[in-house]
């Protein structure tokens, strides 16, 4: 990798961590407002923040995690205990929806789902899809 590039990726590696990071911390110190230009502009950042971490994480994922390593088991049980962890909460009612705490809950939702499709696609992408090279066309 030339050195532009590896500072390409260091630079919008440190904005997708550093956006998310921000995100969060206004969530928490309450500083969104409910009003409904003020929701569509946090729904619009929230999901920027969790795009933007998971297509990053999945990359690194793909990129620096051998094939079968112990630290890949412990992301895909985390990712895949995390699923059926979020729902029983939210079906239990112990995920309350209120101004304070609902960033957070659409963010974690947001992730859950993703993982949901990210490990769809990994499954897809290690047991059925043929043994073509990934850069054929579809």
């Known amino acids: 990798m030339t050195k532009n590039k590896k500072i390409i990726q260091q630079v919008l ?3 997708v961590a550093a956006n998310a990071i921000i995100f969060l911390l206004l969530a ?4 969104f407002s409910s009003s409904p230009r003020a929701i569509v502009f946090i ?8 795009y933007s971490l998971w297509f990053t994480g999945y990359a690194l994922y793909r990129k620096y995690l051998p094939k079968k390593s112990i630290l890949k088991t412990i992301i ?6 995390n699923i059926p962890v979020f729902l029983t909460l939210g079906y239990m009612n112990k995920l309350s929806p209120d101004l304070a705490t609902l960033p957070f809950i ?7 789902v993703y993982s949901l499709w990210f490990m769809a696609y990994e ?9 073509k090279p990934e850069t054929a066309t579809i």
């Not at 928490?28 to 500083?31: D, H, K």
């Not at 499954?123 to 043994?131: E, K, P, T, V």
């Open 13 to 15: 590696g440190t904005l």
């Open 43 to 50: 729904d619009f950042w929230g999901r920027l923040c969790v």
């Open 76 to 81: 895909i049980l985390i990712v895949v205990i």
């Open 106 to 112: 659409d963010f974690w939702g947001r992730l859950t």
């Open 123 to 131: 499954f897809y992408r290690h047991y059925m899809q043929d043994d």
């Open 28 to 31: 928490y110190l309450q500083v």
